[in-house]
C-alpha cells in the first residue's frame, strides 16, 4: 500500500469518525460547520489559488451541506450557498477568468428583471429579501461557479481530488444516517419518502446528496482503485451510500446517480483501448451483481415496500395515481402563471406567494424549470438554454472531460425533482465547463 493509499483511508475513516461524533454530540455539527469555512480561508489564502485550490474547498462545502443542515451546523440555512460563491469569486481574484465566460455573465443579467419585479409584485407579508434571497441563490450560484469554471485548465487528477472532496463528507452524512435510523420494519409502513430515514431531515435533499455520492464512489470504484484492497473498500462505501440512499424512498436522487453512472461507463467506454474494454466488461458484470444484491438486501430490510416505491404502488400494491407525489398542480400553476406574463414573468418569490394566498399554506416548488418560466418569463427560458447547451458547444473542444455529460444531467435531473434547493445542482454543473487535460496518473488506456 503506497502513500496516497494510506492517506485516502485515513480521509474516510476521518469522515466516519466525524459522523459517528456529531450523532453522539451533534452540538458538535456547528464547530465543524465553523472550521470548513475558516481552514478553507487560510488554504485558499495561503497557496493564492495556485492550484484551484477553490474548487477543492467549494467541493467540500457543497458535499458537507445537507449534513451541516439535518444537524444544525450551517450558520444560516443557504450558507452554503454563499460559501461556494464567496470561496470561487475569492479563486477569480487570484486567478481570474476566462473573457469566454460572458454566457454566464449574460445569464446573471437575464436574472435581474425578476428580482426588479419581484420588489413591486410581492407584497407586504412578506419577508422581501429572504424570500428573494432563497429562490434566487441558487441561480446566482451557478452563475458565479460557471464563470469561474467556464474553458478553466485542470488535470485529471486534480478533478478526481475535487470529486474525491465533494465525496467525503457525505461519507459523514452516511454514517450519521446508520445511526440515526432505528430497525426499518418498525417504522416502515408505506411507500412514501421517510424522513425517519433520512437523519429527521428532508428525504429529496438527503437523496440527492447521496445520489452524486454513489456517483463518485463508483467512478473511484472503476479509475483509481489500484488494489484488491482499495477496490473492497471503495465497495463498501459504495453499498453503504446506495443502500441509505434507497431506504429514504425518495426516488429522483438516487435514479439521477443511477443515470449518472450509465452516462459515465458510455463516455468511458469509447475513450478506452480494447484491452481496457474488456476489462470493464468483467468489472461491470460484477459491480452490477453487487447492484443487484444490495437491491435485494434492501428489499429484504423493507419487507418489499422499496419494490412497489419504484414501481409506483402503495403498501397494499395499488398504483398511485399520480407518479409525482402531486407536484403536477404546481407545475400547472406555473406554467399557467408564465402564459399570464410571458415576458418578464411574475417576479422571484411570487410563485411561493401565491399559492399561501390560495392554498393557505407554504409550498416551494420542487422543479427549477417551471419556477424560472413563471418567475423570469422569456428572460428565464433564454437562461436555461444558455445552462444547457455550453456544455455541447464546450465539449467539441473539451472531449477530455469524461465526466461531462454526467455533470449536466445531474443538473438537469436535479432540478426537475429538488429545484436547487441545494448548492449541489449549481456547482455539480460548473464541472461541466472545465477543459481537463490528462496527466501521468489518468489510468484510462487510449487507442
Known amino acids: 500500500m503506497d502513500k496516497n493509499e494510506k492517506n485516502y483511508i485515513a480521509l474516510v475513516l476521518l469522515h466516519v469518525a466525524i459522523g459517528a461524533l456529531i450523532y453522539l454530540i451533534q452540538p458538535i455539527s456547528k464547530?465543524?460547520?465553523?472550521?470548513?469555512?475558516?481552514?478553507?480561508?487560510?488554504?485558499?489564502?495561503?497557496?493564492?489559488?495556485?492550484?484551484n485550490e477553490v474548487l477543492i474547498v467549494a467541493a467540500y462545502i457543497v458535499g458537507s451541506e445537507v449534513f451541516l443542515r439535518m444537524t444544525g451546523g450551517n450558520i444560516l440555512y443557504e450558507f452554503s450557498k454563499y460559501g461556494v460563491m464567496i470561496f470561487l469569486s475569492m479563486g477569480m481574484y487570484y486567478s481570474g477568468f476566462s473573457k469566454n465566460a460572458v454566457p454566464f455573465w449574460i445569464y446573471l443579467l437575464l436574472l435581474l428583471p425578476g428580482v426588479v419585479i419581484a420588489t413591486e409584485t410581492l407584497n407586504l407579508q412578506s419577508d422581501l429579501r429572504t424570500s428573494i434571497a432563497f429562490n434566487i441563490s441558487g441561480p446566482a450560484c451557478l452563475g458565479i461557479s460557471s464563470i469561474y469554471t467556464y474553458n478553466r485548465k485542470i488535470i485529471y487528477s486534480q478533478l478526481n481530488n475535487l470529486l474525491l472532496s465533494l465525496g467525503l463528507p457525505?461519507?459523514?452524512?452516511?454514517?450519521?444516517?446508520?445511526?440515526?435510523?432505528?430497525?426499518?420494519?418498525?417504522?416502515?409502513?408505506?411507500?412514501?419518502?421517510?424522513?425517519?430515514?433520512?437523519?429527521?431531515?428532508?428525504?429529496?435533499?438527503?437523496a440527492t446528496i447521496l445520489g452524486i455520492g454513489m456517483?463518485?464512489?463508483?467512478?473511484?470504484?472503476?479509475l483509481v482503485s489500484k488494489t484488491k484492497l482499495l477496490f473492497i473498500f471503495n465497495l463498501i462505501i459504495l453499498f453503504n451510500i446506495v443502500y441509505r440512499g434507497l431506504v429514504t424512498f425518495s426516488r429522483g436522487g438516487m435514479l439521477t446517480g443511477f443515470i449518472m453512472i450509465i452516462l459515465f461507463l458510455v463516455m468511458l467506454y469509447k475513450d478506452i483501448s480494447s484491452y481496457a474494454r474488456s476489462?470493464?466488461?468483467?468489472?461491470?458484470?460484477?459491480?452490477?451483481?453487487?447492484?443487484?444484491?444490495?437491491?435485494?438486501?434492501?428489499?429484504?430490510?423493507?419487507?418489499?415496500?422499496?419494490?412497489?416505491?419504484?414501481?409506483?404502488?402503495?403498501?397494499?400494491g395499488r398504483a398511485k395515481e399520480s407518479k409525482f407525489t402531486g407536484r403536477e398542480e404546481i407545475w400547472d400553476s406555473e406554467i399557467a402563471a408564465f402564459e399570464d406574463h410571458p415576458i418578464f414573468g411574475i417576479g422571484v418569490a411570487k410563485g411561493l406567494e401565491i399559492r399561501k394566498e390560495k392554498t393557505g399554506e407554504t409550498i416551494t416548488s420542487h422543479n427549477e424549470i417551471t419556477r424560472t418560466l413563471a418567475e423570469h418569463g422569456t428572460m428565464g427560458i433564454i437562461a436555461l438554454l444558455i445552462v444547457f447547451f455550453t456544455p455541447f458547444f464546450l465539449y467539441l473542444?473539451?472531449?477530455?472531460?469524461?465526466f461531462i455529460f454526467c455533470f449536466l444531467i445531474f443538473w438537469l435531473m436535479t432540478v426537475n425533482h429538488a429545484a436547487m434547493r441545494i448548492a449541489a445542482s449549481a456547482f455539480v454543473y460548473s464541472l461541466s465547463l472545465l477543459k481537463v487535460y490528462m496527466d501521468e496518473e489518468t489510468p484510462i488506456h487510449r487507442e
Open 31 to 51: 464547530l465543524y460547520g465553523f472550521s470548513i469555512f475558516i481552514l478553507g480561508l487560510y488554504y485558499v489564502i495561503k497557496t493564492r489559488n495556485r492550484n
Open 170 to 206: 457525505i461519507i459523514s452524512t452516511t454514517v450519521y444516517l446508520i445511526l440515526y435510523t432505528p430497525e426499518l420494519k418498525t417504522i416502515l409502513v408505506s411507500t412514501s419518502s421517510n424522513s425517519a430515514t433520512s437523519g429527521g431531515f428532508g428525504p429529496n435533499q438527503v
Open 215 to 222: 456517483f463518485i464512489f463508483f467512478t473511484r470504484l472503476i
Open 279 to 316: 476489462q470493464l466488461y468483467i468489472l461491470f458484470v460484477f459491480i452490477l451483481a453487487t447492484f443487484v444484491l444490495t437491491w435485494m438486501y434492501t428489499s429484504s430490510q423493507t419487507s418489499g415496500l422499496i419494490d412497489k416505491r419504484y414501481a409506483n404502488q402503495d403498501a397494499t
Open 397 to 402: 473542444d473539451n472531449k477530455q472531460n469524461i
